[in-house]
């Protein structure tokens, strides 16, 4: 196992949530009239380019509170968990030795599982064992982890060719199933970080979610998708929710299964049915990573404010 933060590090709260239940606009303002900064922890934000499809802060966000990770690695890069784990482990100290404390904000599972657990050790990557499976579709990758690993696999779901592939490489060239790797994971969290979640009725979450596609599309998403494929056509990130849906639109690839209307309402339709399932999974994370406070949105905003104040006291 490897990586967890010094003990010398100030207590952080992890904030995080399903996709679209607004953990990052509530974040901003906190941390606005708080004076604490934002260490983003969602995994499109990372990259350059992929603005609409991850909800990234504005620029006028960006410019009111200071945030890191975001916009920290170039699309053609693999920007993993362990890179991930060390820079925000310098970020925080750096933050903490100018008199500033921050809170990190984001949903995605691997991530937060190296802050709260650590990372376990696997094999390097493999170009030529990878090649061997890029001819193959997400669906025909899934159900070949899920024959060998099929709790690490429904914990992936079918959507996330890369870390299936990754899965699938660490079995191959190590020997080990990742959920066996997990399973001798230390259970005790690094106390340096909280886990606090933000959730809401599931319709209500629903209909948030359509809405944040209507936004999608009237902000240009589709525009950004084909600039980001034309300029970055390898990018593993080209597989993320929603870019993926707008990527099969555009070369007219019918889902598996399931009848879709034609044209945009289609793709509204893939892309809310892939949001709904990522935040199943997030849940799922989330569970497995024992949270240290839970809310509910938004009965519940006034009490996470109170608590999240005395917190940074």
């Not at 994971?185 to 340096?192: D, I, L, R, S, W």
Request: charged letters at 25%; aromatic letters at 8%; a neutral charge.
């Amino acid at each position: 196992m490897t990586g967890s933060s010094p003990s010398s590090l100030p207590r952080t709260v992890i904030l995080t949530g399903p996709t679209a239940v607004g953990k990052s606009g509530f974040a901003f303002e906190f941390a606005r009239d708080h004076e604490l900064e934002i260490i983003n922890a969602d995994s499109v934000c990372f990259y350059q380019g992929f603005n609409i499809g991850s909800a990234k802060p504005t620029p006028e966000e960006l410019a009111q509170v200071p945030h890191h990770l975001i916009n920290n690695a170039n699309p053609n890069d693999n920007y993993h968990a362990g890179q991930f784990l060390k820079d925000c482990t310098l970020i925080l100290s750096k933050i903490h030795a100018r008199g500033k404390r921050a809170m990190i904000v984001g949903g995605s599972g691997f991530y937060l599982k190296s802050l709260r657990l650590g990372l376990w050790e696997a094999p390097a990557t493999s170009p030529e064992f990878r090649e061997t499976l890029e001819p193959k579709t997400n669906a025909e990758l899934f159900e070949k982890l899920k024959n060998v690993d099929s709790a690490h696999a429904n914990k992936i779901g079918v959507n996330d060719r890369y870390r299936i592939i990754r899965a699938l490489e660490i079995i191959e060239l190590g020997g080990k199933r990742p959920s066996d790797l997990e399973g001798a994971m230390p259970t005790e969290t690094n106390p340096n970080f909280e886990l606090w979640v933000v959730d809401r009725d599931k319709d209500e979450l629903s209909a948030r979610i359509r809405a944040r596609i209507d936004q999608m599309l009237a902000a240009g998403f589709l525009d950004e998708v084909k600039e980001l494929r034309e300029k970055y056509p390898d990018s593993k990130t080209l597989c993320a929710v929603g870019y993926q849906q707008v990527i099969d639109y555009f070369d007219g690839v019918k889902p598996d299964g399931r009848q879709a209307p034609n044209g945009l309402p289609g793709l509204k339709d893939e892309i809310e049915l892939a949001h709904r399932q990522l935040a199943k999974q997030q849940r799922t994370w989330i569970k497995n990573l024992k949270a240290n406070e839970t809310f509910v949105l938004d009965n519940d905003l006034s009490v996470l404010k109170e608590k999240l104040m005395k917190f940074y006291q």
